[in-house]
T-cell receptor, first 114, second 113 residues
Framework: QKEVEQNSGPLSVPEGAIASLNCTYSDRVSQSFFWYRQYSGKSPELIMSIYSNGDKEDGRFTAQLNKASQYVSLLIRDSQPSDSATYLCDVRSAGGTSYGKLTFGQGTILTVHP | DAMVIQNPRYQVTQFGKPVTLSCSQTLNHNVMYWYQQKSSQAPKLLFHYYDKDFNNEADTPDNFQSRRPNTSFCFLDIRSPGLGDAAMYLC????????????FGSGTQLSVL
């Protein structure tokens, strides 16, 4: 089993709909969770971070974390064509170092069509 | 603005000819990372520095080396590039103890002829 898995894509939603991106992880001691957005040919940019169970909202984005079930999700409300990108889930585990091991999921390609 | 800068944006090299990619940061972050990203794949961590301590990923080929002469700069050396090394190379930084979110440079797209 991969350490971090994202829902297989590509995901296509109509403009104005809710896009739901999911990520599961295997390491129970994972502590920090990040969602990055990457446009084609560009570097990833951080859009959300979450550290405790529950929901965290930032504008049209909501991150949801459930450590018991070992999943983290990203909801994008009122999806816009400009949201079309690859979304990367980044899970940090407590490793032998103070800053943890870095593990990206394989990414989910989101397309929002008008 | 404080940032992570990668040079050059595009690099072309010949098969087997050593190449160096550079990364600098003005964020004073203590951790610097190098990722390799091939088309339609997620970034793959090659190695990272925590201050001067070098940490190599187990599956990073020996062909890839790195240097960090000071806090601000980090270099990726590819000793004998092969066609399979053509990729986007991403440099990122983070600060230990500040939630460790990654700040990425714009990347260097490497082509091997």
């Amino acid at each position: 089993q991969k350490e971090v898995e994202q829902n297989s894509g590509p995901l296509s939603v109509p403009e104005g709909a809710i896009a739901s991106l999911n990520c599961t992880y295997s390491d129970r001691v994972s502590q920090s969770f990040f969602w990055y957005r990457q446009y084609s040919g560009k570097s990833p940019e951080l859009i959300m971070s979450i550290y405790s169970n529950g929901d965290k909202e930032d504008g049209r984005f909501t991150a949801q974390l459930n450590k018991a079930s070992q999943y983290v999700s990203l909801l994008i409300r009122d999806s816009q064509p400009s949201d079309s990108a690859t979304y990367l889930c980044d899970v940090r585990s407590a490793g032998g170092t103070s800053y943890g091991k870095l593990t990206f999921g394989q990414g989910t390609i989101l397309t929002v069509h008008p | 603005d404080a940032m992570v800068i990668q040079n050059p944006r595009y690099q072309v090299t010949q098969f087997g000819k050593p190449v160096t990619l550079s990364c600098s940061q003005t964020l004073n972050h203590n951790v610097m990372y190098w990722y390799q990203q091939k088309s339609s794949q997620a970034p793959k961590l090659l190695f990272h520095y925590y201050d001067k301590d070098f940490n190599n990923e187990a599956d990073t080929p020996d062909n890839f080396q790195s240097r960090r002469p000071n806090t601000s700069f980090c270099f990726l050396d590819i000793r004998s590039p092969g066609l399979g090394d053509a990729a986007m190379y991403l440099c990122a930084t983070s600060r230990v103890g500040s939630n460790e979110k990654l700040f990425f440079g714009s990347g260097t797209q490497l082509s091997v002829l």
